[in-house]
């Protein structure tokens, strides 16, 4: 099975802000990988799949890169509505998920 | 519009029982790959299982943690995938989501609660 490394658990950040959160598999992904944004009582809404394509109606101030084991999400300006838990996902092999990333006003 | 809806969710008991439903609507489900994704109490996310279309013969996927226990199905004409849960465990407690990973789309979650 793939484990997913996600880092940080938390981060704290202010508007305007650029911010990156990290994911690492361990084993190569081939660069499938997607990165969610969770608000409190909502479902988890994807922001970028296969690491570095932004899903219809996503901000560009959300960006993905990364390749083999690899990857990062990047914020380049935080808005006021960011601030949320991150989650990364593999889909290589099965299925795995990060473990979160909180991200939080400073 | 594209719509998954979860229902069936409950407090059951251990060793007990239970079925969750995903109606869905808004595009071609018979052509889609589907997924049922759990998340805890304290917030982590978990793949449970997979269910491919005729065209792949229905082939399913479980996490190691449900394999035996639980199994997902679906039925074309109503649009509509399954999540038939036995043996539950106070470690299946967890909301849990519908979802068409490969084009972003989830339900918003129903909760099961499994405590004596």
């Known amino acids: 099975d793939i484990q997913m490394t996600q880092s940080p658990s938390f981060l704290s950040a202010s508007v305007g802000d650029r911010v990156t959160i990290n994911c690492k598999a361990s084993?190569?992904?081939?660069?499938?990988l997607n990165w969610y944004q969770q608000k409190l009582g909502e479902a988890p809404k994807r922001l970028i799949y296969?690491?570095?394509n932004l899903q219809t109606g996503i901000p560009s101030r959300f960006s993905g890169s990364g390749s083999g084991t690899d990857y990062t999400l990047t914020i380049s300006s935080l808005q006021p509505e960011d601030f949320a838990t991150y989650f990364c996902l593999q889909h290589n092999s099965l299925y795995t998920f990060g473990a979160g990333t909180k991200l939080e006003l400073k | 519009e594209v719509q998954l809806v979860e229902t069936g969710g409950s407090l059951v008991q251990p060793g007990k029982s239970l079925k969750l439903t995903c109606a869905t609507s808004g595009f071609t489900f018979s052509n889609a790959w589907m997924h049922w994704v759990r998340q805890s109490p304290e917030k982590q996310l978990e793949w449970v299982a997979q269910?491919?279309?005729?065209?792949?013969?229905?082939?399913?996927y479980y996490a190691e943690s449900v394999k035996g226990r639980f199994t997902i199905s679906r039925d074309d004409s109503k649009s509509s995938v399954y999540l038939q849960m036995n043996s539950l465990k106070e470690e299946d407690t967890a909301i849990y989501y519908c979802?068409?990973?490969?084009?972003?789309?989830w339900g918003q979650g129903v909760m099961v609660t499994v405590s004596s």
């Open positions: 084993q190569n992904i081939n660069k499938y």
């Open positions: 979802t068409w990973i490969l084009r972003g789309y």
């Open positions: 296969n690491t570095n």
């Open positions: 269910i491919k279309a005729k065209s792949n013969n229905y082939a399913t």
